[in-house]
């Protein structure tokens, strides 16, 4: 009777221990399909996993050539998500490039860059685009061909508020220079460099009918505490020219940086008085036409 009982016992026993047993392997492979579910969510949304980055395709070339006085374009892209859904709209594109306007209209050469970026499912994806400055070459055929190209020369400038003992005609206020920048930029002017207008004259490159080479004489002091600041507010370059025994290292060495201003020579030392040629100076004595004009500029310059 008892070995019965104890058989009976063992294998109740035994059973139980199975059950135990296949329920611990039952819970260990759910805690082990888990933690594989845990894992790959954690791939996929927090760590960047890759089944379900989105894909960016940027159309055309990896640079982007812009003409002066020429609308921007944009050579397109594509954005996808893992499921391989269209998601272009979600693309944000940055352009790193002061000289387009916000119609598009290129108003001075430079470069830059396009920066594109997508964010999907916590992933984001980035890419970039180069710009640069090209130009058209001078077409014979054209209505506009031979236009040239306006130069405005300005001399000093000074501060309304506080105006100078010698104010002359030579003077325009900070406000009259601000103006003329604001008109200029409303009506689409083109601002090119000295290089680019150099280039023009020499038959090299073409440029907008509507453009226009801002120019400053002297490089006077008034100029640099006033007008720079003005060019740099509107984010246009003019060339100023430096008398260069004047202040010419003074003047290179503290704007070396500047972005807005372009330094060209106003002779070394001819720049002052020594004529007696329609406005004077030394310059009107050497371009007059009247007889004995070399007398004149020797006599100035004291060589007789």
């Known amino acids: 009777m008892n070995t019965k009982e104890n058989t009976s016992g063992n294998r109740r026993n035994a059973g139980k221990r199975r059950r135990a047993t296949l329920i ?34 940027l159309e055309g070339d990896s640079t982007i050539t812009v003409y002066p006085g020429e609308k921007f374009q944009n050579s397109g892209y594509k954005a996808k998500n893992y499921r391989g859904d269209d998601i272009s709209g979600k693309v944000k594109v940055q352009t790193s490039f002061s000289g387009v306007r916000k119609d598009g209209t290129l108003w001075k050469s430079g470069k830059g860059t396009v920066t594109y970026t997508v964010t999907d499912s916590g992933n984001t994806i980035t890419k970039k685009r180069h710009i640069k400055t090209a130009y058209r070459k001078p077409d014979s055929s054209s209505k506009d061909y031979g236009h040239g190209i306006a130069v405005c020369m300005f001399h000093n400038i000074y501060d309304s508020k506080n105006p100078p003992a010698d104010l002359n005609t030579n003077y325009m206020s900070q406000e009259e220079l601000s103006a003329i920048l604001q008109y200029l930029i409303d009506n689409d002017y083109y601002f090119p460099s000295w290089q680019e207008l ?7 490159i073409d440029l907008p009918a509507k453009s226009v080479v801002l120019t400053f004489d002297d490089c006077a002091k008034n100029f640099q505490k006033y007008g720079i600041p003005i060019l740099e507010k509107y984010d246009v370059e003019a060339t100023s020219f430096v008398i260069c025994a004047k202040n010419g290292k003074e003047v290179l060495r503290k704007y070396k940086d500047v972005k ?37 500029v020797h006599r100035h310059a004291g060589k007789r």
Not at 27 to 37: D, N, S
Not at 198 to 204: H, L, P, V
């Open 24 to 57: 611990l392997l039952i819970f260990m492979l759910l805690l082990l399909a888990g933690g594989i579910l845990f894992l790959r969510y954690q791939a996929q949304h927090q760590m960047g996993g890759l089944s379900r980055k989105p894909v960016l395709t």
């Open 198 to 204: 150099r280039d023009y004259i020499d038959g090299k």
């Open 260 to 296: 807005h201003i372009n330094f060209q020579s106003h002779s070394y030392n001819m720049h002052r008085p020594g004529g007696t040629i329609g406005h004077g100076g030394i310059f009107p004595a050497l371009c007059g036409r009247r007889g004995g004009r070399f007398e004149e």
